[in-house]
């Protein structure tokens, strides 16, 4: 793959150098022919302040640092330093992604560096996975079984395995969220699950679970039947508020195909509610696709034609304010057919001010800038054009909960 680094070769050896010695610094003396005593910046340098210099090094770097000398080590796998450099706003967001192949491959692409790394995750034997994170914490669930949790970090290949959800073992639709709270560095994971009730294509059967990394236990905080609406695999947790798509099982009309409910993860309305929180789409849309960029909601969709709803013409970005949708920006129509064959389906995600987009089984990948509403090629990944792949962007490292992550989005 053109630009490809391997991973392996930036991750920190855990066996650290010797530490190298040096001469002690003296004042020179006029009878040794006025030597100059060799002296390190590295010994004078306390270690806060080594500390903070080193948290503005690319990610990458930040990794290679690891392997100068003990000292380095120390400090860039030290808690304090992943916490504090979470928080650096120079930092830009990576985008990670899943080869869809017998075994799970990754790649990260570095927007500041422009280069791609190639990452495995050792606790991951599928690449048929539901991927959520928020802040650090990275959640896998494998579709197959959708028993089989895990909290990882893909670069310092951390892994914990969580307890089996409740509900419906075998329900058709599941949606995955994560969210981590920064202060308590808490998390909790949601799981919406729907299931056809027997028979009857337009009720199902709609639960919520949710799992609380401080009492380590699952629990099921709402269970309803939906009528002529069903929930799918699209969620995402926003202050507290867990959003999730519904999709019509008949009877509306072809703007009328998607829906966006809320639930207050905080004061859990109570049973029968649920359609109360209905938000409307902007627009007819051929997928939609939700994610938090700094505790606001967010969705990329893609917009079908009017006299024919399941052909994508465009795409576009809303921001959730109150119960409206306020238009951020619609992709220009030169990046549009840049995709090529773009599918009414295509996958997006995003976090901090970065938004990106791509086609299913294309290398192209498009960056959206909320701060300089600016639209961007990545440098080119050269896979296989019929590879088809999940997605997911990452920055920087950080603490959450009981393992040392970094932050990964995923849709």
Known sequence: ??????????????????????????????????????????????????ERILTYLPIASIFRAGSVCKRWHEIVTSKRFLWNSSHLSSHKPWYFMFTSSDEPVGYAYDPILRKWYNIDIPCIETSNLFIASSCGLVCFMDKDSRSDLYICNPITKRCKGLDEPPGPKCSDYSALAVSVDRASRNYNVSIVKSKEVSGNFFQWDLSIHLYDSESMAWTTILTEILTGWRAGDESVICDGVLYFLIY???????????????????????????????????????????MNLKEKLIMVGGIGKQDRPDIIKGIGIWLLKGNEWQEIGRMP?????????????????????????????????????????????SQNVQLRRDSRFSFLPVFVSTEAGNCSVVVFISH
Request: proline share 5%; charged share 20%; net charge negative.
């Open 1 to 50: 793959m053109e630009g490809e680094t391997s991973w392996v070769s930036h991750c920190i050896d855990n066996s650290a150098n010797k530490n190298v010695e040096f001469d002690s610094f003296s004042e020179p003396n006029d009878e040794t022919d006025k030597e100059v005593a060799a002296v390190s910046l590295d010994l004078i340098l306390p270690d806060d302040l080594l």
């Open 248 to 290: 019509s099982t008949g009877g509306g009309g072809p703007d009328n195909r998607h829906g966006l409910v809320t639930y207050n993860l905080k004061t859990r309305s109570p049973h029968g509610l649920l359609m109360r929180s209905f938000v409307p789409v902007p627009c007819s849309l051929t997928c939609g696709r939700l």
């Open 333 to 377: 129509h030169k990046y549009f057919q840049g995709f090529g064959e773009l599918d009414d389906v295509f996958a997006s995600s995003g976090t901090g001010d970065l938004v990106y987009i791509q086609s299913y089984g294309a290398p192209a990948l498009l960056i959206f800038d909320f701060n300089q509403k600016l639209w961007k090629w």
